[in-house]
C-alpha cells in the first residue's frame, strides 16, 4: 500500500506561486489516483483537484481552474499542485490522496480516497 508525504507549504503572498509537492512510498503508485484536498479553518474539506492513474485525465475544482495544475513523475513516485496567482481564500491544509485504479475526468472527484498524507499548511496574506 501506498503511503504518501506531502511538502513544500508555506506563507506566501497574494498573487505568489506555490508548487506543492506529494511523495509516495511502497509500490505500485503508477497505479493510483491521486488527488489534492485543502481544509481552510472552520470549513469543511473540498477536493482541489484530481489526476488519474494514466496522467491523462483530470478534474479541477471551479475555484482553481486556471490557476492550479497537477502533474505526476511515476518515476519519482510524487505527484505535484503548482499553484498560481494565490488568493487569501486559498489558505488551507492542503492533503494528498490516493484510491487505487482508474478514474476519468469529473470521476476522478468522486472516487473514494483511502490513502492520505498528514497535510501541508498553505498561508496567502494580503
Known amino acids: 500500500q501506498v503511503q504518501l508525504v506531502e511538502s513544500g507549504g508555506g506563507s506566501v503572498q497574494a498573487g505568489d506561486s506555490l508548487r506543492l509537492s506529494c511523495a509516495g512510498s511502497?509500490?505500485?503508485?503508477?497505479?493510483?489516483?491521486m488527488a489534492w484536498f485543502r481544509q481552510a479553518p472552520g470549513k469543511q474539506r473540498e477536493i482541489v483537484g484530481a489526476?488519474?492513474?494514466?496522467?491523462?485525465?483530470?478534474y479541477f475544482a471551479d475555484f482553481v481552474k486556471g490557476r492550479f495544475t497537477i502533474s505526476r513523475d511515476d518515476s519519482a513516485n510524487t505527484m505535484y499542485l503548482e499553484m498560481t496567482t494565490l488568493h487569501p481564500e486559498d489558505t488551507a491544509v492542503y492533503y494528498c490522496?490516493?484510491?487505487?485504479?482508474?478514474?476519468?475526468?469529473?470521476?476522478?472527484?468522486?472516487?473514494?480516497?483511502?490513502?492520505w498524507g498528514q497535510g501541508t499548511q498553505v498561508i496567502v496574506s494580503r
Open positions: 490522496a490516493a484510491a487505487f485504479g482508474y478514474c476519468a475526468g469529473d470521476g476522478c472527484a468522486t472516487k473514494n480516497y483511502d490513502i
Open positions: 511502497g509500490r505500485s503508485f503508477s497505479r493510483y489516483a
Open positions: 489526476i488519474s492513474a494514466t496522467g491523462t485525465s483530470f
